[in-house]
């Protein structure tokens, strides 16, 4: 399994992103896909995830900002990023594989960039 992110890049604080990510391989089962994030200087850490049923978990310093959603049949998963905040500056990374929202699966992206300027 692979998988390929896009967009990201820089930002207002107060304007939009929106990333997408696409698993080439097979994803069976309720496998969860999400986006987590490491900003320079910190451990990596979740954004959100989703299951294959629609289920959903957030970190706390996303919610009400950020939107995640799913394509089961096309086996991509995409984060609508509002209201960004130069803290939400960091590489992301798309996560997929395991039946848990509370533990990043098997497969990384390769990350992309997105930069909150104040």
């Known amino acids: 399994v692979q998988l390929v992110e896009s967009g990201g890049g820089l930002v207002q604080a107060g304007g939009s992103l929106r990333l997408s990510c696409a698993a080439t391989?097979?994803?069976?089962?309720?496998?969860?896909m999400g986006w987590y994030r490491q900003a320079p200087g910190k451990e990596r850490e979740l954004v959100a995830r989703i299951l294959r049923s629609g289920s959903t978990r957030y970190a706390d310093s996303i919610k009400g900002r950020f939107t995640i959603s799913r394509d089961n049949a096309k086996n991509m998963v995409a984060l609508q990023m509002n209201s960004l905040k130069p803290e939400d500056t960091a590489v992301y990374y798309c996560n997929a594989g395991g039946p848990s929202l509370f533990v990043a699966g098997a497969y990384w992206g390769q990350g992309t960039q997105v930069t909150v300027s104040s």
């Open positions: 391989g097979p994803l069976g089962g309720p496998n969860a």
